[in-house]
């Protein structure tokens, strides 16, 4: 006779997604030598943490669901990973199933409320959609391709910290940059001009993701219930003005096509066929990114009291 053996199982945020769930399925076994369970398992649904259950039959046939929009799962970056584990009954004993939640880096994005510039003056992100002009840094009046938006319920917590949106409090990079306070997602990056940036990379002006630039002063993290992000795609990369703040649109690599779910991905996909096999297909960024151990000096470069001192020798300057 045999004993049950442990299962297990996994799913990765945003992918796959169905009716709003992950989902994932196996058949947990006895073994090593007598593995005939079938009506030998207790049937029953078990709840999980993260809106999530495990359903198996008297066969030991299972699914396991988990809520895509849980907090938790959604502030999962690449390489992180959270498990759980349910305990199953049988009639030789009990055994679990070991399921593993896998992230994904969320794509940059607006927050709703955001002022872009256009031919017609500053518009609300929400109100934009393909076919509307934007005015970006680079190439003038550019058509939007895609919109995109999605809403996140976040508890305001340390778990859900990585998905909080970042404030830029008005002037934090200097006067009138930006014009008002701004909120953007953590990956989203913004285009920074200092005397320090050309001898860090050889470049006069970069783009730096906003969570590397918290300083816990001007720019700060915004523990908020829930939070609404807003997606602009174009043509090519391009840098918005936004409340007077350069910022990106959505650059649809790798990374940032992996942090949607199925169905707003095929629906850039559409647009861009090239990307489902060539992800570079779509070009540079606007400008070299920074990588993070230059975001380090940077950020030091925008406290309020460095500001104050660059100000100071200008004026004497």
Same mark, same amino acid.
Request: net charge negative; charged share 20%.
């Given at each position: 006779?045999?004993?049950?053996?442990?299962?297990?199982?996994?799913?990765?945020?945003?992918?796959? &997604? &169905?009716?709003?769930?992950?989902?994932?399925?196996?058949?947990?076994?006895?073994?090593?030598?007598?593995?005939?369970?079938?009506?030998?398992?207790?049937?029953?649904?078990?709840?999980?943490?993260?809106?999530?259950?495990?359903?198996?039959?008297?066969?030991?046939?299972?699914?396991?669901? +988990?809520?895509?929009?849980?907090?938790?799962?959604?502030?999962?970056?690449?390489?992180?990973?959270?498990?759980?584990?349910?305990? @199953?009954?049988?009639?030789?004993?009990?055994?679990?199933?070991?399921?593993?939640?896998?992230?994904?880096?969320?794509?940059?994005?607006?927050?709703?409320?955001?002022?872009?510039?256009?031919?017609?003056?500053?518009?609300?992100?929400?109100?934009?959609? +393909?076919?509307?002009?934007?005015?970006?840094?680079?190439?003038?009046?550019?058509?939007?391709?895609?919109?995109? +938006?999605?809403?996140? +319920?976040?508890?305001?917590?340390?778990?859900?910290?990585?998905?909080?949106?970042?404030?830029?409090?008005?002037?934090?990079?200097?006067?009138? &940059?930006?014009?008002?306070?701004?909120?953007?997602?953590?990956?989203?990056? &913004?285009?920074?001009?200092?005397?320090?940036?050309?001898?860090?990379?050889?470049?006069?002006?970069?783009?730096?993701?906003?969570?590397?630039?918290?300083?816990?002063?001007?720019? @700060?993290?915004?523990?908020?219930?829930?939070?609404?992000?807003?997606?602009?795609?174009?043509?090519?990369?391009? @840098?918005?003005?936004?409340?007077?703040?350069?910022?990106?649109?959505?650059?649809?690599?790798?990374?940032?096509?992996?942090?949607?779910?199925?169905?707003?991905?095929?629906?850039?996909?559409?647009?861009?066929?090239?990307?489902?096999?060539?992800?570079?297909?779509?070009?540079?960024?606007?400008?070299?990114? @920074?990588?993070?151990?230059?975001?380090?000096?940077?950020?030091?470069?925008?406290?309020?009291?460095?500001?104050?001192?660059?100000?100071?020798?200008?004026?004497?300057?």
């Amino acid at each position: 006779m045999g004993f049950p053996l442990t299962d297990s199982g996994d799913v990765t945020e945003d992918v796959g &997604v &169905v009716g709003g769930f992950l989902t994932a399925s196996g058949d947990i076994d006895f073994g090593p030598l007598f593995n005939d369970d079938a009506g030998l398992w207790t049937a029953e649904t078990i709840s999980g943490a993260y809106g999530s259950q495990l359903v198996i039959d008297a066969d030991g046939v299972w699914t396991y669901t +988990a809520d895509n929009a849980d907090a938790t799962i959604q502030a999962l970056d690449t390489g992180d990973s959270i498990t759980e584990v349910f305990t @199953v009954t049988s009639t030789r004993g009990t055994s679990t199933i070991t399921i593993t939640i896998n992230g994904t880096d969320e794509p940059p994005c607006f927050v709703s409320g955001t002022l872009v510039d256009t031919p017609h003056g500053p518009r609300p992100i929400e109100d934009l959609r +393909a076919g509307d002009a934007v005015l970006t840094r680079d190439n003038g009046v550019q058509v939007i391709r895609w919109t995109g +938006a999605r809403h996140i +319920a976040l508890g305001g917590d340390t778990e859900t910290e990585p998905l909080q949106p970042i404030r830029l409090r008005k002037d934090c990079f200097g006067p009138g &940059v930006p014009d008002r306070d701004l909120l953007l997602s953590p990956m989203h990056r &913004v285009l920074l001009r200092d005397p320090i940036i050309p001898l860090l990379t050889g470049t006069d002006e970069v783009l730096c993701a906003v969570r590397h630039l918290v300083n816990g002063q001007t720019i @700060v993290r915004e523990a908020v219930g829930d939070v609404r992000y807003h997606h602009l795609l174009f043509d090519d990369h391009q @840098v918005l003005s936004t409340s007077g703040c350069g910022s990106e649109s959505f650059y649809p690599g790798r990374v940032g096509l992996e942090g949607f779910a199925d169905e707003t991905r095929n629906e850039v996909l559409t647009l861009f066929p090239d990307l489902r096999s060539l992800p570079e297909s779509y070009g540079h960024t606007a400008r070299r990114v @920074v990588k993070k151990h230059e975001a380090v000096l940077l950020q030091r470069e925008y406290t309020p009291a460095q500001l104050f001192l660059k100000k100071l020798l200008h004026r004497v300057a």
